[in-house]
């Protein structure tokens, strides 16, 4: 925390890797069978939403409404989030702030604690993985199990989630057939491939659970402020088992998924689902206010970095992500190495601005240059996210705290300083370029060598042209 009390980026949980991007890329680029898995799913996903988002005429005013609504949401966030607490309060439910991973986990163990239970059914949240609740509440004695099917499969499999909202994309029909039979308790021993035959056996498994549980957590994907309501977008209706069944509801929801008002909400009603799924309309939209009789409900507001990235005037677009994942299933980067690589629960192009700036860009400092800047993720966002721009910034936070760690400057900043002084120079730039020219006939090499192998390792050298520009300029009769 700084001296004023306001948390600062946040380095628990589920937010860093363990081993940089390249490393991690290297073992999954040589993965042929996840890269079949991954292309196949991206490809399926990308070209339902492409056909369902160009039904609208309207789009790109929706990503525009989207956009500003979550800019002024956020520009207000201090006054929305006691909006809401005041609304959920006055409805019977419980409001409880967490600055970190740590203080939500041990808020959430207590509640559970404090129901009776070892036992928690769970929907599909972000934030918990985010903060690692599972093991927190392992820790403590108590059993956490996921039941969105794509959830149960990574967890089951003992596994890491891959994709924001296809979490087992990594995992074809048979593996996941393999995890279940050795896995899941009392499945039939003929189960098979078939996706019916599969998301049956997960039913029959989970609805014992759904009946027996005490208590639920869930995740949110938007409160709407004036109202105190929550909200849950899914697929196959298990969130809805969760949320209503259990005596108890526990909510883990980041600070930033608020909305202001219902009319705001109708903005992504329309396109979060086709951003996501690729659906005109999710088949499962719950809402929630406060707690029902004989229930009881509680919301912890999570921060975990957010106050952070909030003070970064650059950064903080990053925090209108409403989690479609369009931006994943665009990105040739994530298409080809998977979410694993990325080594924070938010893979893909929001996972490598949104973890550095959650956890402070020491703590994740290869993920911004995770990408190469195609700018699709950009296109494809439906809060129009310019996440090109901010790699390109949190790469410049990179590369100065790098230079302020090096008393000595780096071979790649002496490089840099050799080239700038010269491209200031007109005469001396000229005269480099001819050099390089005459490289061509001395010798043809792919690869530089040390120190500055580093910077052909993932890169072929190109040969230098026959013809600068500028001597085609001046051949052309161009003005000098
Ligand atoms: S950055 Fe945009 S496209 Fe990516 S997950 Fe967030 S909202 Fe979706």
Known sequence: MTFLGIPTASSTGHLRAPRTFPEAAHDALGNAQLRRNLGDATATIRAKRAGVVAELPDWEQLRAAGAAIKDETLAHLDEYLI????????????????????????????????????????????ATQEIALNEALADAGITALETDLAELIVQLGHDA????????????????????????????????????????????????????????????????????????????????????????????MGIEKLVPTWRDLEVFLQTLPRSSTGERMNPYTSMWTGATEGQQFHLVLLDNGRTATLADPHGRSAL???????????CPVYERTGGHAYGSVYPGPIGAVLSPQLTGVEHNPTLPFASSLCGACFDACPVAIDIPSMLIHLRAQVVDAKREAHHTPTPEAAIMAAAAWTMNRPRWWARGLRAARLSRFVRRRRALPPPLSAWTASRDLPDPPRETLRDWWQREGGVQ
């Open 83 to 126: 909006q809401l607490e005041e609304q959920v309060t006055e409805r019977g439910g419980v409001v409880h702030w967490a600055r970190d991973a740590d203080e939500a986990n041990r808020t959430v163990v207590e509640l559970v604690r404090a129901a009776g239970a070892d036992e928690v059914v769970k929907v599909k949240s972000m």
């Open 161 to 252: 989630p891959s994709h924001i909202l296809v979490p087992a994309i990594h995992r074809n029909r048979s593996e996941i057939r393999e995890i279940f039979l050795r896995e899941m308790a009392g499945v039939d021993p003929a189960l098979t491939d078939d996706p019916r035959a599969l998301a049956e056996a997960a039913r029959t498994y989970l609805r014992r659970k759904f009946l027996s549980a005490q208590v639920a957590i869930s995740g949110a994907n938007f409160a709407v402020a004036e109202a105190g309501t929550l909200c849950v977008f899914e697929s196959e209706g298990n969130g809805r088992m969760c949320l209503t069944l259990p005596r108890t509801l526990i909510t883990v």
């Open 320 to 330: 209108r992500c409403i989690r479609c994942s369009a931006c994943l299933n665009v």
